[in-house]
């Protein structure tokens, strides 16, 4: 059997951590990336885009 690799990001509540849902977004595939998904799609990082 192949050895099995998981790479993952915890990203810890800013609010309550105690009480905010828990959410496990899984992505991946041939051209995407986890840190676009997790970066672009679901937070918690923002970008300020300048011409």
């Known amino acids: 059997m ?3 690799l998981l790479f ?4 810890e509540s800013e609010r309550n951590p105690r009480e905010d849902p ?6 991946g595939g041939p051209g ?3 840190f676009s998904g997790l970066a672009c799609e679901v937070g918690p ?3 300020n885009y300048e011409k």
């Open 2 to 4: 192949d050895d099995v």
């Open 32 to 34: 995407c990336s986890a």
């Open 45 to 47: 990082l923002s970008f």
């Open 22 to 27: 828990l959410l496990l977004w899984l992505t």
């Open 8 to 11: 993952y990001y915890f990203v």
